[in-house]
């Protein structure tokens, strides 16, 4: 889902004058480019929602390493990424 963000051009004596207006459009997904003199200097975005729930840390889903992901890997496999046999 895909929301569409409107950027909106606003010199600060502007933008100090109707502060919370322009926070209004922020909140609702807007970005306000702040100018000095029709120069842009910096921009208001909105800041991404925290997640709803907090997201686990490792292995989710019912996922399981298996036994041989922790066995030593073959030595054409090691001297291919440099691991072994290399040493001047």
Do not use: H, Q
Not at 24 to 35: F, M, P, Q, S
Not at 44 to 66: L, N, Q, S, W, Y
Not at 69 to 76: A, I, Q, R, V
């Amino acid at each position: 889902m895909y929301s569409f963000l409107y950027m909106i051009k606003v010199n600060i004596a502007e933008a100090r004058a109707d502060l919370s207006r322009y926070l209004a459009r922020v909140e609702r997904g807007e970005t306000v480019t702040l100018c000095r003199r029709n120069v842009p200097i910096a921009e208001i975005r909105p800041v991404r929602a925290a997640p709803a729930k907090e997201r686990p840390i490792g292995i989710d889903r019912g996922m399981t390493v298996p036994a041989s992901f922790f066995e030593p890997l073959p030595d054409d496999l090691l001297r291919a990424f440099g691991g072994v046999g290399d040493e001047p």
